[in-house]
């Protein structure tokens, strides 16, 4: 009979324990639910993707223009334009680097610039720039005013007014001042009330002031205990539900920037092995400045028997939980890409050329070689032979992953990737100017490349394993050859992407 | 608000969860291993009241209903990891050592849930469905695939282990046949 009592007690304090337990869910649980519930209001996390895309690509862009495209958006401090006043850069006056850019302005009459941004590792902050320097625009010499202003060290002083000005509290502030005004509440309610019980069971951050009762039940008091935004719902049993939206909103606001302690790195990080079967293309473009004897026919790419190869990917990685919808990517891959030449064999060496290119003047020359291959294109041939352009790769890839969309254990990510490559072996053929012959030169392949790499795939969780399938995409920056070969080839692959991810 | 939820008006489902959230969440965060994890239950539990919201017939309190899914949402979630069969089925109460430092020094509610979230994985889901949330033995041992005498057993050393943990922790007094909190007035 007394062990039922005495039973029904001990469930009967957890169950009430238990139910007094409360915590208040982050955001994102919310935001999570609400995609959910609402899937056709997805717009802002396609449009974040098709940006994040879109950026990379515009990336890849500007790295493979010509120089004169990068004329556009710089110009040397000897050369700096004049006449329209298109301001292209301004440059700090500390020193005499003038490679550091604050920022890229347009000005014209009737356009001043407002704010010169600052560059990512400037301690500057964006800056109101308009009234110090508009007794500035009459002449062309704005850039030099700039400089005379920020050498004046005017701009300190404008940074310094505006942080002065600022009138927000910082989170540290704004929780000691809860804490005291919780205190003083807190205070007032145990003078009033006799010491049971109930006071006890009170608010949490009110830590202080019932330190004393707590010390004298040897109940040790953690800064987790007044850390923990959950217990502020048992200030009393009475009232537990009636948290005002300002205590709330509170509640919140300190959470976001009180967060426990950060799971260990070992939570947030998953190790990724994969393999990329792909299928191999190539285009050819021709370099031939310069040149009195450039390429037969303009047209290379439809003047040659060709057929994309069987290429393969393969590498081992890290994935970093930086979000719980964006994961970063680190890791090291081995490529091998393969392009496959219809070719003939000739009996005896052909005297041809190839086209190279001055790598310091930019021009076009050709070049005496011998060959033993001839290309078949409108013909047959007689002893026919595939040439197999091939490389082999090492990088080491860098990217990201978005969470689309998905359930619990199934997941669509999009993601792409910037992988710094190195060319350890290969072989190329390149093709002579008058189109009829190959000849056979694995040194003109360029050692150091970049490709990029973009990805969508769809995430199952296998128990402790996640697999992942999707289509991949990488594509060379660089040419294949190096600089001084005036054929540019530029691979892209098309793959299906298996992987496999665990955790540690 | 219920109205509006079942109409799947965002407004009102989110008022919806601002209500409720924050106690299920202390319900999903008995059962997790962290509270990632208990978020993650929370939001998987709410996607599936919403979406069964038009099936509730207030024949019960709200709260009551939305807390059954929650726990079961839980109870599913944790099934799916295959070490849970193993931990309900093979862990005994003598096996397990509890470690001091495992013990967390914290107040009040909060202090009582940390001390079962010590408990091992087989015997906390017991103990918190039978205990807590007060299913019998019978539907216990149905919905984590268990004998019911298996549930009674788990349950009975997770109360024996939940009980020294406590003691130790002088959350209770052990001399006395009444369980009351230190310093706390008995409640009868």
Known sequence: MEQDFYNDDFEQLLKEKSDQFRMYPSKRVWHSIYNNLHPGRRWPSYAMSILLITSLTLIGYLNTSDSTAVNKFTFAAGNQPNGNDKIKSLQSSTGDNKTNYLAEVSYTESSVPDIIVASANSVVQPVNLKAPIVAELNDNRLAQAMDNYIASNQIFADVAAINKNKTVKEPEQRFTEKIQEDNSIEAEAVASKKINSEVTTAYKPAAHATADIIESKEINVSESDIEEPADKSTITTADKNALSQQEKSWIEHYAMYNKPPGNKWKDRVNVAYYVTPAVNYRKLSTNTKGSSTPFANSDINHSISQRPGIGLEAGAGLEYLIAKNLRLKIGTQFNYTNYNINADQTNHPILTTILLTDTYTGFSYPSARSSTISNNYNASAQQPVILRNRTYQVSIPLGFAYRMSGTRNVEWFAGASFQPTYVFGGNAHLLSTDLKNYVKDPSSIRNWNLNLGFETYMNYKLGTYNLQVGPQVRYQVYSTYRKNIALIEKPYAIGFKLGIVKGF | ?188
């Open chain 2, 1 to 188: 608000m219920l109205t509006g939820s079942i109409r799947n008006n965002a407004a009102a489902q989110e008022a919806l969860y601002n209500r409720f959230s924050p106690r299920m969440l202390g319900v999903c965060y008995r059962f997790a291993k962290n509270r990632e994890d208990a978020e993650d239950m929370l939001q998987d539990g709410f996607i599936k009241v919403f979406t069964q919201l038009h099936q509730y017939r207030n024949e019960g309190a709200l709260e009551g209903w939305i807390r059954r899914i929650i726990v079961h949402t839980c109870i599913n979630i944790l099934k799916k990891n295959k070490k849970f069969a193993e931990s309900v089925d093979i862990i005994h109460a003598n096996s397990v050592y509890v470690r001091e430092e495992m013990i967390p020094s914290i107040m009040q509610a909060k202090q009582v849930v940390e001390c079962i979230r010590t408990l091992p994985l087989g015997y906390r889901t017991v103990l918190n469905l039978y205990a807590i949330e007060g299913y019998s033995h019978k539907e216990i041992a149905e919905m984590l695939d268990i004998e019911e005498s298996t549930s009674r057993s788990q349950y009975t050393r997770a109360k024996a282990m939940l009980e020294e943990i406590l003691v130790r922790k002088k959350i209770i007094q052990k001399q006395v046949k009444r369980t009351t909190l230190y310093g706390a007035v008995s409640p009868r």
